[in-house]
């Protein structure tokens, strides 16, 4: 008995081990495909914003883990510390929320107006960030907690705005591929931001809070740079996206008029695209007209005209004789 429960240990053991295994695997050569995917797939604008959000998250990661501690050096109690940096986290939500709303009714006047929005926000949020820790001690906490409303606020107006950038810039089959890309690099870069920060500043022989709340909007300043580029890129790629997608629509309605739009005569050699009907039955007639007949067609009674999808050319009630 104690054999066979080793041996059935082992063996759910080895099953497990090989799932993990597989799923690693299979992890990785779906990373890659992505990976080389997205390179021969990839645009300007979809680079810039890739760039844009794996600094903006670093910068994000770094003050989200520091700024409690900054602001109890600054001499604050911890709660007021604890309300500030609530208050900052909450705004980052509402942040998004308007910056949804605001980023669509801005893009239906100009695309570079949207550009031009992201591009304030991404400075705001560095310097009211700035001005809250570095506020002297006298400065009231309502204050601060206004420059922390505003610096949330101004923080995540973009993140919403970048997933409908994307899908812009992109055709539909390479939307999936490059949100979920998006979503990657947010998720790695907000984790990857303070450790970044912690071993730069290790080696520096730093210990002071300050410096990685500075260094965290260093980031975060190297992300609305790349904020410029796209006042011109985003456009071009954006009108190249809508004329290649006409173009393709243009191709599908021309291919269904063909099909649908033939002009024939039953008992007459005459058709628009120049196809004999000697060769095509009644049935089949009916059916490139886009008209579906019954069994009562067959006796003699004229065919119901039942259109499902009404072709550009209808024939009249002499031509369906």
Not at 194 to 207: D, G, H, M, Q, V
Not at 279 to 302: C, F, N, V
Not at 308 to 314: R, T
């Amino acid at each position: 008995k104690k054999l066979r429960a080793r041996s059935r240990f082992c063996c759910g053991l080895y099953r497990v081990v090989g799932y993990v295994w597989d799923y690693f695997v299979w992890s990785i050569r779906a990373a890659l495909y992505g990976v080389a995917y997205l390179y021969h797939r990839l645009n300007a604008s979809t680079s810039l914003i890739f760039a844009h959000s794996a600094l903006r998250m670093a910068g994000h990661g770094c003050i989200s883990v520091y700024l409690k501690g900054v602001l109890l050096d600054t001499g604050l109690g911890r709660l007021e510390a604890a309300s500030i940096a609530l208050t900052f986290t909450c705004c980052c939500g509402v942040g998004c929320l308007v910056g949804g709303f605001y980023g669509h009714a801005v893009h239906k006047s100009s695309p570079k107006s949207l550009c031009l929005v992201l591009l304030v926000a991404a400075f705001m949020t560095p310097w009211s960030l700035l001005r809250m820790v570095a506020a002297a001690d006298d400065v009231p906490a309502r204050t601060r907690l206004l420059w922390a409303s505003l610096a949330g606020t101004c923080a995540s107006f973009s993140a919403a705005n970048l997933r409908a950038m994307l899908l812009n810039v992109n055709l539909p089959g390479d939307r999936e591929v490059t949100i979920g890309a998006l979503n990657l690099i947010e998720s790695a870069f907000l984790g990857i931001g303070p450790f970044l920060c912690a071993t730069s500043l290790k080696r520096l022989e730093s210990e002071a809070g300050s410096i990685h709340i500075k260094l965290g909007l260093g980031y975060w300043k190297w992300s609305a740079f790349c904020i410029l580029p796209l006042l011109i890129s985003f456009s071009m790629e954006q009108r190249k996206v809508r004329r290649s997608i006409k173009e393709f629509l243009d191709d599908s309605i021309d291919k269904k008029i063909r099909r649908r739009g033939k002009k024939v005569r039953v008992g007459s050699e005459q058709t628009l695209w120049g196809l004999s009907t000697s060769e095509k039955s009644e049935e089949d007639a009916d059916i490139e007209t886009g008209a579906t007949t019954s069994q009562e067609d067959y006796r003699g009674l004229p065919p119901k005209k039942t259109f499902i999808n009404p072709p550009l050319w209808v024939p009249r009630d002499s031509e369906w004789e």
